[in-house]
């Protein structure tokens, strides 16, 4: 089993909607979530870091569910700049991140 | 201000040839990590290093080997290049806050 797991999509959404998404992960001892950005064949880059209070950055917001293991992001007001894949991670410490495949976001116009 | 630069950018190779992909990076990180993705599977860890001469083996290392003399450069080397080993090659930096920044990758071909 995977310890990531994320729905792959994709997500088409039009410009100005909202869309979110989850993913699972399976080691209850993970303290730290995070998303990554990934555009077309380039490097994941941090989008934002997980806590369990929640929290939102932008037009993005990001909940944690212990009790459920799960981790989610919503995109308001999607942009067609939003359009990527975006990559779960857990992680055990600070060093060994472990990586979801990846939610495919298409934002129309 | 490079950051963290990889080299060669797309490598093109043969079954058993020796191949060795440079990460170098400029922040003094002491954390550097090397990661393939692959479809369907994500990134996953092939190995990392807390510090020079310090490296272990991450979820998928066999055919792979590290070093780490200088703290900058991470280079990894397959030792006998497999099809299986074709992917996208990611090294990246931390140095704490669990922030990790990549590399733009290496494209690696196995023929």
């Known amino acids: 089993r995977k310890e990531v797991e994320q729905d792959p999509g994709p997500f088409n959404v039009p410009e100005g909607a909202t869309v979110a998404f989850n993913c699972t992960y399976s080691?209850?001892?993970?303290?730290?979530f995070f998303w990554y950005r990934q555009d077309c064949r380039k490097e994941p880059k941090l989008l934002m870091s997980?806590?369990?209070s929640g929290n939102e950055d932008g037009r993005f917001t990001a909940q944690l569910n212990r009790a459920s293991q799960y981790i989610s992001l919503l995109i308001r007001d999607s942009k067609l700049s939003d359009s990527a894949t975006y990559l779960c991670?857990?992680?055990?410490?600070?060093?060994?991140?472990?990586f979801g495949a990846g939610t495919t976001v298409t934002v129309r116009a | 201000d490079a950051g963290i630069t990889q080299s060669p950018r797309y490598k093109i190779t043969e079954t058993g040839r020796q191949v060795t992909l440079m990460c170098h990076q400029t922040?003094?990180?002491?954390?550097m990590f090397w990661y393939r993705q692959d479809l369907g599977h994500g990134l996953r860890l092939i190995y990392y290093?807390?510090?020079?001469?310090?490296?272990d083996k991450g979820e998928v290392p066999d055919g792979y080997v590290v070093s780490r003399s200088k703290t900058e450069n991470f280079p990894l080397t397959l030792e006998s290049a497999t099809r299986s080993q074709t992917s996208v090659y990611f090294c990246?930096?931390?140095?704490?806050?669990?922030?990790?920044?990549f590399g733009p990758g290496t494209r690696l071909t196995v023929l």
């Open positions: 990246a930096s931390t140095g704490g806050a669990d922030t990790q920044y």
């Open positions: 080691n209850s001892a993970s303290q730290s």
């Open positions: 997980v806590y369990s």
């Open positions: 991670v857990a992680s055990l410490n600070d060093y060994k991140l472990s």
């Open positions: 922040w003094s990180h002491s954390y």
């Open positions: 290093s807390a510090a020079a001469d310090i490296t």
